[in-house]
């Protein structure tokens, strides 16, 4: 049977008993929510806010359970589904005051999403309460994370153990035994953002060295995010530690690629180096062509691997994106670029670009499609002289786009591409001529680029540094940084979230009635048959109005609702006259509840019309 909409068991369960008092609330989350990461955060914090003005009794405590583990065991280390909802609970605990965690990993079953296992669960959970409603002197709470720093090539982990010893302890949990010999549960990755097993060892009293053979530069630590994680990290009052992930601040300058979304981690953007002529070098995204390297001889470059449809094959597992169809930026902080060139028509030059063979050959005229944005010196003697180039390549014909001369060197370029329009930012210099609109002050080169979208079948993003003359300094190009953001819409990052390939926006996984727009605009579980408990709710008031309530998300401006009336459905006349709204209802800020009336009359159909613009 299908479960009752959320309100009704607050109506015949919660708000009966708010009337009276209460010490605290145990709130032991159902699974459905697992695959709402983002949305949970703010839902279980309104909640707890809510409650707690309806019981009018004060700020009381919430003891929030975490959800113990459920799943197959993963084959490598890494942050699944599970473990990213366990980030959102503990999420909501930090950042809302009288909340507390309650531990439930190591634990669970793998093929029962109810554990049998209740005593331990609430053995911590009573620690907790006698530590903090009660006033016990007693050990309440397990180890969790206070840092993690790079130290070398380890990764050095300090802890909140509650005034004892880390141990690893030995733990039985569904058939499996994990040996208290050592600890077990923690990865690292380097800049790469792949995930490798470690070696962890407990250090003094709070700190936990980790490290691998595999990963000589760590960058990232993580413990426990798996759907069913196998850890055994516990203080000495036999309390587990939160599973936790961090990024170092220490992080050295190179190569990172962030996505508009936080349910993705451990990003691998697939980079590979293209080096030619020995004296030319690629560290962490640093390119260097040694002093005395000749005229046309120095490349390197650092581009992406992609499949023959254009996706990133490999974003923590996910095939995702497609740079053709969403905004791309990229940012270049620029430490030195050096040499003089030692004869006309010789310049050193720098490029970004984006085609179906810039890898290899990431320069304007080598590409047979795609775009090229170039920093490039003008010709000898004007050297110390900059400007910016973008140029396309479509079969092989060159179309110089713009060209913008520069006061001086830049100290960064930011790069905004969506297919046929392309920007540049420039920081630390100014535009002093152009073939595109100047805008922002002289500092922003902005116009449509040919479309390449139907040449490009396989799409390449490189950047990369050339020489057209004798390198006469060493360092001609340093970067300091490279950071890629891809921007995808809503609705994107929701169907991704599932864990499953949900098709089109019209398709209808489950089925429920409901396709794929409409379970993302009412927020649905487009892989649960769940449409009675997400489509509109109708209701008759005082014998005269007609009541249509639905659900709206906030978070996207692409979405239109709107609610309308007709006569038969024959015809397909379908109007707003006759609906009146009567209110919107916050409930977070992902959602609203929005309430429309017509007057009790005629025989007539209602429907709520929901479209997605481009």
């Known amino acids: 049977t299908e479960s009752?909409?959320?309100?009704?068991?607050?109506?015949?369960?919660?708000?009966?008993a708010m009337g009276y008092g209460a010490r605290g609330i145990l709130w032991y989350q159902g699974e459905g929510n697992v695959w709402k990461v983002e949305e949970y955060k703010e839902a279980l914090s309104l909640l707890m806010q809510s409650w707690r003005e309806r019981w009018d009794i004060g700020s009381i405590p919430f003891l929030i359970f975490q959800l113990p583990g459920y799943g197959a065991l993963a084959p490598t280390p890494a942050v699944e589904q599970w473990g990213r909802?366990?980030?959102?609970?503990?999420?909501?605990?930090?950042?809302?005051?009288?909340?507390?965690?309650?531990?439930?990993?190591?634990?669970?079953?793998?093929?029962?999403?109810?554990?049998?296992?209740?005593?331990?669960?609430?053995?911590?959970?009573?620690?907790?309460?006698?530590?903090?409603?009660?006033?016990?002197?007693?050990?309440?709470?397990?180890?969790?994370?206070?840092?993690?720093?790079?130290?070398?090539?380890?990764?050095?982990?300090?802890?909140?153990?509650?005034?004892?010893?880390?141990?690893?302890?030995?733990?039985?949990?569904?058939?499996?035994?994990?040996?208290?010999?050592s600890l077990s549960g923690f990865a690292i990755a380097g800049s790469d953002g792949i995930w490798m097993a470690a070696n962890a060892v407990v250090s003094g009293s709070s700190n936990v060295v980790v490290s691998s053979p595999s990963v000589p530069a760590p960058v990232h630590v993580m413990y426990g995010l798996e759907n069913f994680p196998l850890c055994n990290l516990f203080n000495t009052a036999d309390l587990p530690c939160a599973p936790f992930r961090v990024e170092t601040s220490n992080e050295p300058n190179g190569i990172g690629v962030n996505f508009w979304d936080d349910g993705f981690d451990s990003l691998n953007p697939n980079w590979t180096v293209l080096t030619l002529a020995g004296s030319v070098s690629q560290t962490t995204g640093q390119l260097v062509l040694d002093t005395g390297v000749a005229s046309g001889t120095?490349?390197?470059?650092?581009?992406?691997?992609?499949?023959?449809?254009?996706?990133?094959t490999s974003v923590g597992g996910e095939a995702a994106y497609n740079y053709y169809d969403h905004q791309l930026s990229a940012r270049f902080d620029i430490a030195s670029i050096a040499g003089t060139p030692d004869g006309a028509n010789q310049r050193n030059t720098f490029y970004f670009s984006i085609g179906d063979d810039a890898a290899g050959n990431f320069n304007s005229w080598a590409m047979d499609n795609g775009l090229a944005i170039t920093l490039e010196?003008?010709?000898?003697?004007?050297?110390?002289?900059?400007?910016?180039?973008?140029?396309?390549?479509?079969?092989?014909?060159?179309?110089?786009?713009?060209?913008?001369?520069?006061?001086?060197?830049?100290?960064a370029l930011v790069y905004t591409l969506?297919?046929?329009?392309?920007?540049?930012?420039?920081?630390?210099?100014?535009?002093?001529?152009?073939?595109?609109?100047?805008?922002d002050g002289g500092a922003k080169l902005s116009g449509n680029a040919s479309d390449l979208s139907a040449n490009l079948s396989d799409y390449h993003l490189a950047f990369g540094a050339y020489n057209l003359g004798t390198v006469t300094e060493k360092t001609v190009v340093i970067l300091d940084a490279l950071e890629v953001t891809v921007w995808v819409d809503s609705y994107t990052v929701w169907a991704l979230g599932w864990g499953v390939d949900l098709g089109s926006v019209t398709n209808d996984v489950e089925p429920d009635g409901m396709n794929n727009l409409v379970e993302y605009a009412l927020g649905g579980n487009p892989t649960n048959a769940d449409a009675a408990a997400v489509l509109p709710v109708f209701d008759v008031q005082n014998g005269n109005w007609f009541y249509h309530i639905h659900n709206e998300r906030t978070d996207d401006t692409n979405?239109?609702?709107?609610?309308?009336?007709?006569?038969?459905?024959?015809?397909?006349?379908?109007?707003?006259?006759?609906?009146?709204?009567?209110?919107?209802?916050?409930?977070?800020?992902?959602?609203?509840?929005?309430?429309?009336?017509?007057?009790?009359?005629?025989?007539?159909?209602?429907?709520?019309?929901?479209?997605?613009?481009d």
């Open 377 to 411: 010196q003008l010709h000898h003697p004007d050297v110390d002289r900059w400007r910016l180039v973008v140029t396309t390549k479509v079969s092989g014909t060159e179309t110089v786009e713009a060209i913008g001369d520069l006061s001086g060197l830049p100290a």
């Open 559 to 613: 979405l239109t609702y709107t609610v309308q009336l007709s006569t038969n459905l024959v015809d397909g006349a379908w109007q707003t006259n006759g609906v009146e709204w009567v209110s919107d209802s916050g409930l977070s800020n992902v959602w609203k509840i929005v309430t429309n009336r017509t007057d009790v009359g005629d025989s007539e159909f209602m429907r709520l019309k929901i479209e997605q613009n």
């Open 418 to 439: 969506d297919g046929t329009h392309a920007a540049i930012e420039v920081e630390g210099a100014i535009f002093t001529g152009s073939g595109w609109t100047i805008s």
């Open 298 to 312: 120095a490349q390197a470059q650092v581009s992406t691997l992609t499949d023959e449809t254009g996706t990133i």
């Open 85 to 181: 909802f366990r980030e959102s609970q503990e999420w909501a605990v930090e950042n809302n005051d009288d909340a507390y965690l309650v531990v439930n990993v190591p634990g669970g079953e793998r093929t029962q999403i109810h554990p049998q296992d209740k005593e331990g669960v609430g053995w911590r959970a009573s620690r907790l309460a006698l530590k903090n409603l009660h006033g016990q002197s007693i050990v309440g709470q397990g180890p969790s994370l206070l840092s993690a720093e790079r130290s070398g090539s380890s990764m050095v982990c300090t802890f909140d153990h509650g005034g004892v010893p880390l141990t690893a302890r030995e733990v039985a949990v569904d058939g499996l035994l994990i040996s208290g010999a």
């Open 4 to 16: 009752p909409p959320p309100s009704e068991w607050y109506n015949a369960l919660v708000a009966p």
